[in-house]
């Protein structure tokens, strides 16, 4: 049992995480703007690592890690910022990227990092869920690492069902197949998908991400889930002057 | 058609998983999934259904103008002293062989009822390719560029305009094809329902690598009959192609993959040279790693971000090879070569005067090998004549001062 598993067990409210990226404006800006999300209210939190070809992420994400990258961000020095991380931060924190950087790295090492500064759980979008059972899981199994997976409205039941035992933290949910930064989908077609999910009484609590960016998509996102996650929003929030201290006023606009 | 002659190598194709030994498989987010999968589960039932089979190979015929020639090339053969073909792909409709997987493509998404097209493309021959096909049949066709590769190709943007096609400009990274395949595939992760994917080489998740290659192989399985007619033998000594993501040179490999005797050369695009930071020698200069949906080799950097590469020539400036080429890589099957920009354009040149084709100058980089090799005067070698040199007039002509 992590930091997650916990958090969704113990708290009934709605639930609202933060994703921002490592490096991003500043690389060492990263445990800062942690620290702040969890002074501000956030229950948890998503820490980006940048990659040069982030091709599931709309235009502000892209910024971001082009910029954290320029920046001299990389897994190395993210790790080694996270050092600090269990000094200033409480709440379950998870780390979101692409594969490619972790390949490098080498999996199970990134897993033992992981597990070694306090990362409670990790998102790869672009990690095939057979590679992962035939490969990988063991090492995520064995560091207590939750790896989630996603969800969209063309996901079959089956494949559902699948993700659903494989998971052990949350589950993903998109309210369409898009990029990052597109608005909540807001449609009969989005609330049947979501009811449906529900429904369904998988094993794992569901979260909504992608499109998520003020009080009115959080809303519509708890009365399906968990709670939902607030990505691009964030991070083009992080571009406006003195962002760090505003923190807590951006959190409050998502959840007063 | 006799399907078994059609099938991929047992030894060299692609496994149940999708894999070509450690290469391959499908590094997609689940956006991708639901589209990636239907292919895979889809592509050979449809592809070898009686009446694809038909309609693809009248189109190629009627339309494309297959076969392509087999040319004995004299003058290239005196000069190296041996017997050289040429592998006439150029002589295609829309001037390279991009277009066999064009047309297998478009009826493939017309059999899936996909009403929108998406492609990316570097020299534009692709591009151009695509937009040909959906002109042909009526279906909508978005095409992602890099705003570089528009400005170096600017002849096939406007062929690209008069079939109807919108070209976006891809404005990330290196503004060239890497940066037009991701948004490629943005755009296919926002439109999951209505469109189909025209991956313009042997790279993409399984099951792009598989599916253009034997669309391709069409390139090889005509040679074989050709150089049969010719010389008596179905198998020359060598064949050689140019390798981008690798799609001429994996049709032209094809039907040799078994024949273990036929060395198989690729030629990379080595830029400025391989030790100047601008080149894209991918075998050379890259590591196993993911890129756009498979596991492969690419340029990268110790922490797996991905290297912009340079080529003077558009569609070989691309980080990365598909994953059947990583396979014949790293098991030896075939040889793996680099070119820089200034011996292609020389090769380019010459090839125009001695034999009066202008080739495509990626093509040019397969002809500039011939330079450093060694022959007895036995040998016969094919070379993929990929495309002709039109859309390269302006590269061409700037860089002679013609
Ligand atoms: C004429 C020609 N040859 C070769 C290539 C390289 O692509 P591939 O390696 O897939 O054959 C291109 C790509 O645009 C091309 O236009």
């Not at chain 1, 064995?142 to 079959?156: E, K």
């Not at chain 1, 009115?216 to 992080?238: Q, W």
């Not at chain 2, 079939?163 to 037009?180: F, Q």
């Not at chain 2, 040799?256 to 894209?280: C, K, M, P, Y």
Request: some cysteine; aromatic content about 8%; overall charge negative.
């Amino acid at each position: 049992m992590n930091r997650l598993n916990e958090l969704f067990q113990h708290k009934k409210e709605p639930l609202l995480s933060i994703y921002f990226t490592a490096g991003y404006p500043d690389l060492n800006s990263t445990l800062d703007i942690a620290e702040a999300i969890e002074k501000a209210g956030a229950d948890f939190m998503e820490i980006g690592f940048p990659y040069s070809d982030p091709l599931a992420d709309g235009p502000v994400i892209q910024n971001s890690s082009q910029k954290a990258l320029q920046n001299g961000m990389n897994l190395t020095i993210l790790f080694k910022q996270l050092k600090e991380l269990r000094k200033r931060v409480s709440i379950p924190v998870l780390l979101m990227g692409y594969v490619n950087p972790v390949l490098q790295y080498g999996v199970k090492n990134f897993c033992d990092s992981c597990a070694a500064v306090g990362v409670d759980g990790v998102i790869v979008p672009d990690l095939p869920m057979v590679e992962y059972e035939e490969f990988y899981k063991d090492y995520f199994i064995d560091n207590a690492i939750s790896n989630i997976f996603l969800v969209t409205p063309q996901t079959s039941e089956e494949r559902i069902r699948k993700i659903d035992n494989l998971s052990n933290g949350f589950i993903y949910l998109l309210s369409s197949s898009s990029t990052t930064g597109k608005n909540l989908t807001v449609s009969n077609e989005a609330d049947a998908y979501f009811s449906r999910i529900r429904e369904m009484n998988l094993k794992n609590p569901t979260m909504i991400g992608f499109g998520i960016s003020d009080q009115k998509s959080f809303n519509k996102a708890a009365e399906y889930t968990r709670g939902a996650i607030v990505g691009s929003a964030f991070v083009k929030f992080l571009d406006t002057e003195n962002a760090l201290q505003r923190i807590p006023e951006f959190i409050n606009s998502i959840r007063p | 058609m006799n399907r078994e002659f059609i099938s991929s190598s047992v030894k060299w194709g692609v496994n149940p998983k999708g894999y070509f030994g450690d290469f391959g498989g499908a590094y997609i987010p689940e956006m991708l999934y639901p589209n990636v999968e239907q292919l895979r589960q889809q592509y050979l039932n449809i592809i070898y259904e009686p009446d694809f089979q038909e309609e693809f190979h009248n189109l190629l015929k009627d339309y494309v103008g297959r076969p392509s020639p087999l040319f004995h090339a004299e003058r290239l053969s005196a000069r190296y002293g041996t017997t050289i073909y040429l592998k006439r792909e150029d002589l295609n409709h829309t001037g390279a062989h991009k277009i066999n997987n064009t047309v297998g493509q478009i009826l493939l998404a017309e059999r899936l009822g996909k009403k929108r097209i998406i492609a990316e493309t570097g020299a534009g021959q692709h591009g151009v390719a695509t937009a040909t096909v959906c002109a042909l049949k009526g279906l909508e066709c978005i095409i992602y560029m890099g705003e570089i590769d528009i400005e170096r190709q600017a002849p096939n943007v406007a062929r690209m305009k008069m079939m109807g096609a919108k070209v976006v400009p891809a404005v990330s990274g290196s503004k060239t094809l890497k940066d037009a395949t991701n948004e490629a595939m943005r755009d296919w992760i926002n439109n999951p329902i209505d469109t189909h994917y025209i991956i313009g080489s042997v790279v993409g998740p399984h099951p792009y690598p598989d599916m253009v290659a034997r669309f391709q192989s069409i390139i090889s399985e005509e040679t074989k009959k050709q150089l049969f007619e010719k010389t008596g033998s179905e198998n020359p000594d060598i064949v050689m192609a140019c390798v981008g993501g690798g799609s001429n040179a994996m049709g032209m490999f094809y039907h040799f993959l078994d024949d273990q005797d036929v060395r198989l050369i690729a030629v990379e695009a080595a830029g400025l040279g391989v030790n100047s930071g601008e080149s894209a020698a991918t075998t050379l200069l890259g590591r196993e790693g993911v890129l756009h949906g498979s596991r492969s080799i690419l340029m990268q950097s110790d922490d797996g971000q991905v290297i912009e590469p340079y080529s003077i020539s558009a569609g070989l400036d691309y980080p990365g090879i598909g994953p059947q080429h990583a396979h014949l890589f790293k098991q030896d099957r075939a040889e793996y070569v680099s070119i820089t920009d200034d011996e292609a354009m020389q090769a380019g040149r010459l090839c125009s005067e001695l034999e009066g084709i202008i080739p495509a100058i990626e093509t040019a980089h397969a002809l500039a090998q011939l330079e450093k090799m060694i022959f007895t005067g036995k040998e016969s070698v094919v070379i993929c004549l990929s495309g002709r040199g039109d859309k390269d007039l302006d590269t061409y002509m700037n860089y002679f001062n013609l």
